[in-house]
């Protein structure tokens, strides 16, 4: 499930608008980077590899950092 507050398909917010804009998240132990690459790739999710992790944007803009 996916929380999408403006429904599906809404456009990005403007960025001078407020709100979160990034967020960090520390993967456990037992998930691999190699995992979660694996499924952006089946999943074709854009992302980039950032230094121990990856970076992705959510719907609505916000950078997502995954690391472990």
Known sequence: AVNVWNGM????????????R???????????LDDIESNFINMKIPYSKVEKGFAVSDPSGNNIIIYS
């Open 9 to 20: 398909g809404a456009p990005t917010p403007p960025s001078n608008s407020v709100g979160l």
């Open 22 to 32: 990034s967020f960090k998240l520390k993967l456990p132990e037992n998930i691999s």
